[in-house]
């Protein structure tokens, strides 16, 4: 699977909106994009996923570049509860076990 | 509870001995998988099962660990002569099978703590 690149931290204010960035220059044309989040002393949670169009539902937006070489993940309105790490991951079409492969992540912090 | 169940939640173990944890899957996913995290980082995949069948296993996976689906429902990873470098936490996933299955469910994990 094509590497991502996070930013190591990001701070928002409580209710505010939330742009989180993730580059995927190495993305092939059939990689998925996929976001987890992981809240502390919990195991990874399913956000979103997309292919080439932006993605919305209840917990977040997607926003695909053009070139699909970017992502970013939309908070609408932050709360205290969205303090959690954020992965991007790339999932190959090919990957049939549908294994992820984490990287980093970004912190987020939220500030009431 | 329908989710992902992990046990033990935590486990301390002297350097070693052999440790097991259990994971029990959303009963109707096909698909289980093992991955570790260690502090500050991301999970790193260890192996997947599809029902009874362990389809891929990662380079981590040393000859120390086993990992079990007998019956296609939960699953055991078994660590022989635990080491220091054990410690993380084990993290059990699952989802339904197919190329259209994006989400995997996770637990809560097992921190195992090696002494």
């Known amino acids: 699977d094509a590497k991502t690149t996070q930013p190591n931290s990001m701070e928002s204010n409580e209710e505010e909106p939330v742009h989180l960035p993730c580059n995927h220059s190495?993305?092939?044309?059939?990689?998925?994009i996929h976001w987890y989040r992981q809240l502390p002393s919990q195991g990874p949670e399913y956000v979103i996923h997309?292919?080439?169009s932006n993605v919305n539902n209840r917990m977040a937006s997607l926003a695909i570049a053009e070139d699909r070489k970017s992502s970013t993940l939309i908070l609408h309105r932050a709360t205290l509860r969205d303090a959690a790490v954020y992965y991007c991951?790339?999932?190959?079409?090919?990957?049939?076990?549908?294994?992820?492969?984490f990287g980093g992540g970004t912190r987020l912090m939220v500030k009431p | 509870d329908t989710g992902v169940s992990q046990n033990p939640r935590h486990k301390i173990t002297k350097r070693g001995q052999n440790v097991t944890f259990r994971c029990d899957p959303i009963?109707?996913?096909?698909?289980l998988y093992w991955y570790r995290q260690t502090l500050g980082q991301g999970p790193e995949f260890l192996t997947y099962f599809q029902n009874e069948a362990q389809l891929e296993k990662s380079r981590l996976l040393s000859d120390r660990f086993s990992a079990e689906r007998p019956k296609g429902s939960f699953s055991t990873l078994e660590i022989q002569r635990t080491e220091q470098g054990d410690s993380a936490m084990y993290l059990c996933?699952?989802?339904?099978?197919?190329?259209?299955?994006?989400?995997?469910?996770f637990g809560p994990g097992t921190r195992l703590t090696v002494l």
């Open positions: 009963s109707e996913h096909n698909r």
């Open positions: 991951i790339l999932r190959a079409h090919n990957n049939a076990g549908n294994m992820l492969t």
């Open positions: 190495t993305i092939s044309g059939t990689d998925y």
């Open positions: 997309g292919l080439t």
């Open positions: 996933a699952s989802s339904p099978a197919g190329a259209l299955a994006h989400e995997q469910f």
